[in-house]
């Protein structure tokens, strides 16, 4: 496990630029953290290191937003809004999680029962006038 303070958006983002370069396909990532922690920055700072130049924001209501980047196929998942799993079922989610995409997931528990594990899990802990954040690599493929 991996412990990191973080003062800023811009070490957020570099943080999130950081774990990209970690990461190979098939890989899930679990964004845990309170609202306004980062978790929706550090995927900002992911995307980014692969190339992404536009606007990130998180998928709230749409709950997936996908990203061709770097020959790389990510999904970006917030769960927030999720009260029933089968919501998650009537979009496939199922059929997101391939061998060659990468998935980063905000809000996990909300999936609990239907998300696949994950390979990676981010929680992030607001704590004053900074964040901890503790990264755990689960699987031995990333």
């Keep these: 496990m991996n412990k990191y303070y ?16 970690t990461v190979t396909a098939p890989c899930i990532i679990y964004l845990i953290g309170k609202l306004g ?30 990203y061709n980047l770097a020959g790389r196929q990510i999904y970006h998942f917030d769960l927030y809004r999720i009260t029933d799993i089968q919501e998650l079922e009537n979009i496939g989610i199922r059929d997101y999680f391939s061998s060659s995409a990468i998935s980063l997931i905000e809000w996990p528990e909300n999936g609990k029962g239907i998300l696949p594990n994950a390979d990676i899990t981010c929680n992030i802990k607001i704590i004053k006038d900074h964040r901890e954040v503790l990264i755990k690599f689960i699987s031995l493929n990333v």
């Design 6 to 21: 973080i003062k800023n958006e811009t070490e957020m983002m570099a943080l999130g630029a950081e774990l990209n370069k």
């Design 37 to 66: 922690a980062g978790k929706t920055t550090l995927v900002r700072g992911f995307l980014q290191a692969l190339g992404h130049k536009g606007k990130v924001k998180s998928p709230t209501y749409t709950i997936v937003e996908p």
